[in-house]
């Protein structure tokens, strides 16, 4: 076997495995809000701000229309979207919170909370999480700009 196909070599399975596990551990806190994951960071996507295109909403979360379009979908079916059809483009569709789409950013306030609290429990400290999150973001950049 080739040394550079082992597992242990692959930085891409360790990122696919962290993020398998960090979307199985965001269950416990989105299952009693009716929410998968993609479901919530559209909707904190839409409670920083409200009424979106959703062509802004899928480059912000690097989310393809195909993606987006059954999910939201599924949003506003649950009562938590509107979408609309721009009044100049027709073509353009917006994104809007409903009133139980507004009242659920109440009751998911304590999620990044206690998320982080599940992190700092084990040896990472608040300065570590810091750091991974700007590696991350300088890895999403290079790999966004490379596609």
């Excluded at 965001?26 to 479901?39: A, K």
């Excluded at 979207?81 to 569709?93: L, P, Q, S």
């Excluded at 409903?98 to 009751?107: I, S």
């Amino acid at each position: 076997m080739y040394e550079q196909l082992k597992i242990e070599n692959q930085l891409c399975v360790r990122l696919y495995t962290a993020t398998r596990l960090v979307i199985q551990n965001y269950r416990r806190f989105l299952e009693p809000l009716g929410l998968t994951y993609p479901q919530y960071i559209v909707m904190m996507a839409l409670w920083e701000r409200d009424n979106q295109p959703v062509n802004e909403i899928g480059a912000r979360l690097l989310l393809e229309s195909n993606t987006l379009t059954p999910l939201l979908k599924r949003m506003e079916k649950q009562g938590l979207v509107v979408r609309t059809h721009g009044v100049a483009d027709g073509r353009r569709t917006l994104v809007s919170l409903t009133t139980k789409g507004r009242r659920l950013e109440e009751d998911a306030k304590e999620i990044p909370a206690c998320y982080a609290q599940i992190l700092q429990c084990r040896p990472f400290n608040s300065g570590e999480i810091v750091q991974l999150a700007h590696t991350l973001d300088a890895l999403i950049n290079t790999l966004r700009d490379n596609r």
